[in-house]
């Protein structure tokens, strides 16, 4: 009887009340999508949709400064990119152009650049050879010295006093 009462509010909830992935927002010329930060050049691919059938006038902002304004053609995706700084965010926003006065926000996001750091990203650095290899090579020089102290102490131990 208790389970039921989440999944019975549930049903009682008004229908604005639901949170992102089931209440889209008809009223947005575009959608914005964007991408991870490419480590060899430091950006970021911002890609704008348009949903309607003319061209709709974008501005995409970063950190509050413009990096890419312009029109998507209808029903088109275009691709732009953003800089993000190594070991740094950025707050990538899109605006849905419109009179000089009307400027909508339209989606925002903030992408991080947790890109490794040095010249060659492909490949680790070497460290010296693998720890299980010193390993082996320390228990054979072991085995070796003490095997050589037994046969030392083997040839002068059992003699026999004059």
Known sequence: M??????CAVL?????AQAWPWHEDHGDPFTMTVDDVHCRSGRANVSLHNL???PARFDVQADGVSVANGSIPAHKTIVRQVPVAKGS??????????????????DSTRVKNDCPWGHHLDNLPFTGPPADLMGKLATAGGLIVVG??????????PRSTP
């Open 2 to 7: 208790l389970a039921a009462l989440p999944v």
């Open 12 to 16: 009682f909830l008004p229908q604005s």
């Open 52 to 54: 309607t059938q003319q």
């Open 89 to 106: 965010t950025a707050d990538v926003e899109a605006y849905s152009l419109g009179d000089p006065q009307r400027t909508t926000l339209v």
């Open 148 to 157: 050589g102290i037994l046969w030392w102490y083997g040839s002068i131990w």
